[in-house]
């Protein structure tokens, strides 16, 4: 039997329209429009990339977004004092540092600079400490994780008493997957580059978060027939018949995994669009916060 793909585009879609509708809503009432602040610091092209799809949708939702490169040898001075300034600019109401930053810079003291009300990508050392607590509410969650766990909340995916396996322990994704895992109630195991037997965890997983950065290493016969399996791994794959010599692939070898799992996400168009509609939902939040 054939796993059920989880269309991360169109969920994604879903909630873009919302965040949109409630922009709509609050410019009509006469108050701001909600303002990102991204912050790419260097001339990585990936995270060129992220962030200019960052600004689009901002301005597709009716968002305004400023938007700052820094040069790749910036001084920490120089980011800070960027990071302090949008921290004082009433029109804008979230803070985006794009990650990762170039090696010479500090990036916990740079995450910590940013205001909390400010900190849409929720890590701020104050938000993943609440993340991590339990009883405490963090003001925002990271929203790569955040998005994983709504498409298994949306594809009806049991996750209470669920035994979930994270892939990966990541700032950005592994660790907080983890955390906002166990504050749903599942039975989390995390595992690593120095994990003993991979497969063999693996295939105890109701739930699978694959966030290694390693192409298509999930193997059909690692995972538990009828699991979720949800790939955050964005890679390129040489492939001369593809019109860019490459094409994209997750961290999941799909065609092997999506003939055991219940329920797989795809790569493109699963959890990639369901970040950008996060961070555009923690946008909104953040002005909700600053402005009511
Ligand atoms: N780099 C990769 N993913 C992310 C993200 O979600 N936020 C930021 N700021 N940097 C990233």
Request: with cysteine.
């Amino acid at each position: 039997m054939s796993a059920q793909i989880i269309d991360g585009k169109a969920i994604a879609q879903k909630v873009k329209q919302e965040v949109a509708e409630a922009v709509a809503r609050r410019v009509a009432a006469g108050k701001s429009r909600p303002g990102l602040a991204t912050v790419l610091v260097g001339d990585r092209v990936d995270s060129a990339t992220y962030v200019r799809s960052k600004q689009k949708a901002c301005e597709e939702l009716g968002m305004v977004s400023f938007s700052h490169h820094l040069p790749a040898d910036a001084t920490q001075e120089q980011v800070e004092g960027l990071v302090r300034e949008l921290n004082a600019d009433r029109r804008v109401h979230g803070i985006l540092v794009q990650l990762p930053l170039p090696p010479h810079l500090n990036e916990e003291r740079i995450l910590q600079a940013i205001s909390i009300e400010k900190d849409v990508d929720g890590f701020h050392p104050v938000n993943i400490g609440r993340l991590a607590q339990k009883g405490r509410e963090p003001l925002f969650i990271p929203c790569t994780p955040n998005g994983c766990l709504y498409l298994l909340e949306q594809s009806g995916v049991p996750i209470e008493g669920a035994h979930a396996v994270v892939l990966g322990r990541s700032n950005i994704v592994g660790m907080p997957a983890a955390l906002l895992l166990i504050g749903k109630n599942a039975t989390v195991t995390v595992c690593h580059s120095r994990t003993r037997d991979l497969p063999a965890i693996i295939r105890q997983a109701d739930i699978l978060i694959a966030a290694i950065g390693k192409a298509e290493f999930v193997r059909g016969d690692w995972v538990k027939p009828g699991a979720a399996v949800i790939d955050v791994g964005i890679n390129s794959k040489p492939d001369p018949n593809a019109p860019k010599g490459y094409r994209l692939v997750g961290d999941v070898h799909f065609d092997e995994v999506k003939e055991v799992a219940g329920w797989i996400t795809p790569v493109p168009g699963g959890v990639g669009p369901m970040t950008i509609a996060m961070l555009m939902k923690n946008t909104l939040r953040a002005a909700e916060l600053q402005e009511p």
